[in-house]
């Protein structure tokens, strides 16, 4: 049940690297984050050498992670990040990127949001909507930059093989445009004299399940651009999928980037990976608060909640969860749910796991990616510290303190 080289069990402690994670967790109390920044950079580094030969330049998807100690680690790994707010913006500028190393996306961008970044020096845009052209295009020109390269973001109308909240190429996704509308832009260049429409976007959802719907969405894409040979950059986006439970094979990424290769020949290749290279690094460390036997069902009552970590309760999400201390003996058949007073909030069900009590500690695996990013303060709980393990794998330290009960009436007027 090994799930990677960096969560693993040493004898019977299970281990995040060199670190017990229980001696995290007993330190920093629970729920709490932790992650390896030896499996964040060995993703990194892996999708790049598997890319290498498109020389893909990868920008980390902020939305995955914000733990400015990964966007940090990420930054000086020579990553680039796609962010899709200010607050991301701000966020990759404060680890260390240079505005020429963030691409900007977002279907929905406000104004304030384009002059930002625009007078941070954001080196990519990558365009939703014909009216932010206008804007963009305004705010080049107020702030007296002569061109800003811009992406327009094809939706290829294709249906990707994913859970339906996480596909965004198909016609009644709100995502990108459509190949008629990018066409009629490309047509009416001229009347956007600051923007250098020198690439193209594409991101047809999360955790891909193949590469086919990808694939014949990059075939729709080439066929776009033909008649603009101007257009040299292509931002493929983000989607690469992981494994969320131990026995689940994914697509590979090696035939993926062969089928590619050919097609992308002479083109310069942006990735925007968040998932594939923050998920795996990650585990959400809970403490069982009761056990609950009744109408012949066992509820473990952990101190996680759908307010730490939604994906179970939004997309039916599966995340293995892992004794801190391993047991031997009976299994049981049990529910994993939090504190929260939603139906919705269960971490797992009908998992077979040991027998525990009260005050075991359990980990949640493949929490890195789409878990803190995604913390709300429902119910009023204040959102969990965060800890990383240095790349030596042999240090923690928390990187992010917990939330207090006082900071949240801290915005009430
Ligand atoms: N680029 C764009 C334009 C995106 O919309 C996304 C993710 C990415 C890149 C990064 O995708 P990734 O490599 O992480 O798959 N909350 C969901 C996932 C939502 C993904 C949103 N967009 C989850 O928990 O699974």
Redesign the pocket.
């Known amino acids: 049940m090994v799930l990677n080289s960096s969560i693993r069990y040493a004898t019977d402690s299970l281990c995040i690297d060199e670190v017990d994670i229980d001696a995290i967790a007993r330190e920093t109390g629970t729920p709490v984050y932790i992650y390896s920044l030896k499996r964040v950079l060995e993703n990194y580094r892996r999708l790049r050498s598997a890319f290498a030969r498109l020389g893909a330049r990868v920008h980390f998807?902020v939305?995955?992670n914000g733990s400015l100690a990964i966007l940090r680690a990420l930054n000086e790994a020579g990553a680039g990040f796609?962010c899709v707010s200010s607050g991301e913006i701000t966020l990759a500028l404060e680890a260390g990127a240079r505005g020429k190393d963030i691409v900007f996306?977002g279907v929905g961008k406000t104004r304030a949001e384009i002059n930002f970044a625009v007078s941070k020096g954001i080196g990519w845009f990558?365009v939703e909507n014909v009216l932010e052209l206008r804007y963009i295009n305004e705010a080049a020109a107020e702030a007296g930059v002569d061109t800003i390269g811009v992406a327009p973001r094809l939706n290829p109308q294709v249906e990707a093989k994913t859970h339906p909240y996480?596909a965004?190429g198909h016609g009644a996704a709100k995502f990108g445009l459509t190949a008629d509308v990018i066409r009629e832009v490309l047509a009416s260049q001229a009347q956007y004299p600051r923007i250098n429409f020198a690439g193209i976007h594409l991101?047809i959802g999360?955790?891909l399940g193949d590469n086919e719907a990808t694939l014949s969405a990059v075939d729709k894409l080439l066929d776009l651009i033909r008649p603009w040979p101007q257009i040299r950059k292509i931002n493929l986006?983000?989607?690469?999928p992981v494994a969320y439970r131990f026995d689940e094979t994914i697509p590979s990424l090696g035939d993926f980037v062969e089928a590619l290769a050919p097609r992308l020949d002479g083109y310069e290749v942006l990735l925007?990976?968040?998932?594939?290279i923050v998920a795996d690094a990650g585990v959400l460390a809970a403490e069982v608060l009761y056990v609950k036997r009744q109408a012949g069902q066992v509820f473990y009552i952990v101190d996680a909640s759908m307010a730490e970590m939604i994906?179970p309760a939004l997309?039916g999400?599966h995340h293995e969860i892992l004794p801190l201390r391993k047991t031997e003996g009976d299994m049981v058949k049990a529910h994993v749910v939090g504190p929260v007073c939603e139906s919705a909030d269960v971490l797992a069900r009908d998992r077979k796991l040991p027998l525990l009590r009260e005050g075991d500690r359990v980990a949640l695996l493949t929490a890195g990616?789409?878990g803190m990013a995604?913390a709300s303060n429902y119910n009023a709980r204040p959102r969990p510290a965060e800890a990383v393990v240095a790349e030596s794998g042999d240090r923690w330290r928390v990187s992010r303190r917990r939330e207090m009960i006082s900071d949240l009436p801290g915005l009430e007027l």
């Open positions: 998807s939305k995955s796609d996306a990558n996480m965004t991101h999360s955790q986006g983000g989607g690469l925007e990976p968040g998932r594939s994906r997309y999400a990616a789409y995604m």
